[in-house]
């Protein structure tokens, strides 16, 4: 056995029995109540919203192909661990000690949202994190986005809501800055190849993500559920489409590029998930999902290319295009449609 194999045995399992032990014991002591699952836990968005985390992002990450298992085995991994660990941290932030299980049913379903953040740090980093670097990169990041969404509604008097939302803006840009600590791996590198089942699977993913994105959007909303739903749906209607039309204009030979089509499809959805709230006509959801279109195929054209070499971040996910600068334009139109 190489010592590359002994060292991930040596520390992997007892790391993640480690926190797993943490948690157990800080259930016990605050959340040991009779009958905490409060009715309304079986709610159909709360299983959509799983199967996209599970199904969606999993095998959207597959396309790399010596990655596509590690992909899916450590996608579900992060996402056991950090429901945990933000279920916990949601309710130190709150009360301290939670006996409410109406309570306790809603954090598990924005401790489901929040794990968004770290699949998508995740996809930044795809092909470079070993399994420790991953687990602390989890166990820190959800930490991060909790103080992030207290001081948003602290301080900047943001809703509750909103600042979930906010979830893949923080993931992309999160991940990126982590990102930047690995080397870079240059384009047509192994580690960089893909196959066309991984690229198949990928797409599979993708399709997961488009059609339960408006059951992501209107998980934790409280009025308004059918407008965010529909307003999601119109506004990824028209990302889908737009994104065909860009794809043949960028591309050299003029054929379609489903690298592109996969992050200008859900780059509409993304929009929509920060400005939601704010949205009241389907029009404006359809114009927002054809500037998260343009946003993702255009930027991913020429940014990437003009990127300066200082700046050593190599997005093999396209998680910048597919979801920071898309939650960027919904964070803007959430502030132009808010006020």
């Given at each position: ?216 959007n209107y998980v934790l909303a409280v009025e308004r559920k059918n407008n965010i739903i529909y307003n999601t749906y119109f506004a990824l ?103």
């Amino acid at each position: 056995m190489s010592s590359k194999y002994r060292n991930f045995r040596n520390s992997v399992p007892w790391l993640i029995l480690f926190w797993e032990a943490v948690f157990i014991i800080l259930f016990y002591f605050f959340f040991s109540v009779a009958g905490l699952i409060a009715p309304d836990f079986l709610d159909p968005a709360f299983q959509d919203v799983s199967h996209m985390m599970i199904f969606g992002l999993g095998f959207f990450l597959s396309f790399l192909k010596r990655y596509g298992l590690s992909s899916i085995g450590f996608n579900l991994l992060i996402i056991a661990l950090a429901v945990q660990w933000s279920v916990l941290i949601e309710g130190f932030s709150c009360s301290g000690i939670i006996f409410s299980s109406s309570f306790f049913s809603y954090s598990i379903f924005k401790a489901t949202v929040s794990v968004t953040a770290v699949v998508i740090s995740f996809a930044a980093i795809l092909g470079k994190a070993n399994p420790v670097q991953l687990v602390v990169m989890t166990i820190v990041e959800i930490a991060a986005f909790h103080l992030n969404r207290w001081i948003s509604k602290m301080y900047l008097q943001i809703t509750d809501l909103t600042s979930m939302m906010h979830v893949h803006l923080f993931g992309a840009y999160f991940g990126l800055a982590v990102s930047a600590s690995f080397p870079v791996l240059q384009p047509g590198f192994e580690k960089s190849a893909s196959t066309p089942m991984s690229c198949l699977l990928s797409v599979l993913g993708t399709l997961f993500l488009w059609v339960y994105w408006p059951s992501f959007n209107y998980v934790l909303a409280v009025e308004r559920k059918n407008n965010i739903i529909y307003n999601t749906y119109f506004a990824l209607a028209v990302s889908a489409v737009t994104a065909f039309a860009l794809s043949v204009l960028t591309t050299k030979d003029g054929k379609l590029s489903m690298a592109h089509i996969q992050r200008a499809t859900l780059a509409g959805g993304v929009t929509v998930s920060c400005a939601a709230g704010s949205i009241q006509y389907p029009w404006i959801a359809m114009i927002l999902g054809l500037l998260a279109s343009v946003v993702a195929i255009l930027g991913s054209h020429f940014l990437q290319r003009s990127r300066p070499p200082a700046i050593k971040i190599h997005d093999i996910s396209g998680v910048h295009f597919t979801f920071g600068l898309p939650a960027v334009l919904g964070a803007l139109a959430h502030i132009v449609l808010y006020i």
